[in-house]
């Protein structure tokens, strides 16, 4: 099992940057996919962005993609959300995931989740 700790949330204009980082507990994180998601008031918890556990591979939404760059660091067990050029659209609760499976970029594959880090961007 894995706990997993958002931060680097905030208020930002928009154009601005942002970097969230996610925390991970345990001693097998470089093990699991990890994927961020978010969810804006009112409605459905979206995919942002995936990266695989062995290959680092990356896949992104296509609202973020060329925006938003998901990385991880091993030695750190955590991985990053680096945000720029945002949008008052990308204002959301930002939530880190984890899964052992392949990971996709459906909610239901990640049994593992943080707490959500607000992100709030002003037009």
């Known amino acids: 099992q894995v706990q997993l700790v958002e931060s680097g949330g905030g208020l930002v204009q928009a154009g601005g940057s942002l970097r969230l980082s996610c925390a991970a507990s345990?001693?097998?994180?470089?093990?699991?996919?990890m994927g961020w998601f978010r969810q804006a008031p009112g409605k459905e918890r979206e995919f942002v962005a995936t990266i695989t556990a062995n290959s680092g591979a990356t896949y992104y939404a296509d609202s973020v993609k060329g925006r938003f760059t998901i990385s991880r660091d091993s030695a750190k067990n955590t991985v990053y959300l680096q945000m720029i050029t945002l949008k008052p659209e990308d204002t959301a609760v930002y939530y880190c995931?984890?899964?052992?499976?392949?990971?996709?970029?459906?909610?239901?594959?990640?049994?593992?989740w943080g707490q959500g880090t607000q992100v709030t961007v002003s037009s």
């Open positions: 345990g001693r097998t994180f470089s093990s699991y996919a």
């Open positions: 995931a984890a899964t052992h499976r392949n990971p996709t970029s459906s909610s239901s594959t990640y049994p593992y």
